[in-house]
């Protein structure tokens, strides 16, 4: 099954707004990683946050990370038309490079 | 390179034949993924080679699925006898090796392959 599980599975909000998705994973970790995915082909890594870490910020993104309840969110502050996309978490074991993947949040910012 | 070059970016093929996805990395990237995504899902990890090392194959769906990455460099993804369930986007992706979390991967844009 996967790891990681975000949430909502979709997002509609108007440009300008802050788009918050959240991420659970069900083992423990050494790194969560978020991507984004536009129109389904290549992904682009946005952030990687470690499990000793809590909080990240890159620009308008932040992440946060709580291991006790096992969750990240990313939040996009002030959105734009072009960070409309999929998003995706992905989570790898220590000492397990295999990354395990949601099924990802899909966002849509409307102008 | 300057990112990862996937080839063809689309494939349509009869099932029964088969197909080689080809995947040219990032210069210097030891590491190197493939993985699979369905329409509407995560991805789903194929197989990892790592320098040298055998490969990682314990995704690999059946044993119509093989991969080989030629000098440390370019890998081909070789599924034989395709079937309808194949149909997906193939993604490869390459890295630094993964050690203390340092940084992520770069993917390539992906094969669409179709079964018909």
């Known amino acids: 099954s996967q790891q990681g599980e975000e949430d909502p599975q979709a997002l509609s909000i108007q440009e300008g707004e802050n788009a918050t998705m959240n991420c659970s994973y069900k083992t423990s970790i050494n790194n969560l990683q978020w991507y984004r995915q536009n129109s389904g082909r290549g992904l682009v890594h946005l952030i990687l946050i470690r499990s000793n870490e809590r909080e990240k910020h890159s620009g308008r993104l932040r992440v946060t990370l709580d291991t006790s309840k096992k969750s990240s969110s990313l939040l996009i502050t002030a959105s734009r038309a072009a960070d409309t996309a999929s998003y995706f978490c992905a989570t790898d074991r220590d000492s397990n490079y295999q990354l395990i993947w949601g099924a990802g949040t899909k966002l849509i910012i409307k102008p | ?116």
């Open chain 2, 1 to 116: 390179g300057a990112g990862v070059s996937q080839s063809p970016s689309n494939k349509v093929t009869e099932k029964g034949k088969d197909v080689e996805l080809r995947c040219d990395p990032i210069s210097g990237h030891t590491a190197l993924y493939w993985y699979r995504q369905s329409l509407g899902q995560g991805l789903e990890f194929l197989i990892y080679f790592q320098g040298n090392s055998a490969p990682d194959k314990s995704g690999l769906p059946s044993d119509r699925f093989s991969a080989e990455r030629t000098g440390g460099s370019v890998s081909t993804l070789t599924i034989q006898r395709t079937q309808q369930e194949d149909s997906a986007v193939y993604l490869c992706a390459s890295s630094l090796p993964f050690i203390g979390g340092v940084g992520g991967y770069t993917f390539g844009s992906g094969t669409r392959l179709t079964v018909v």
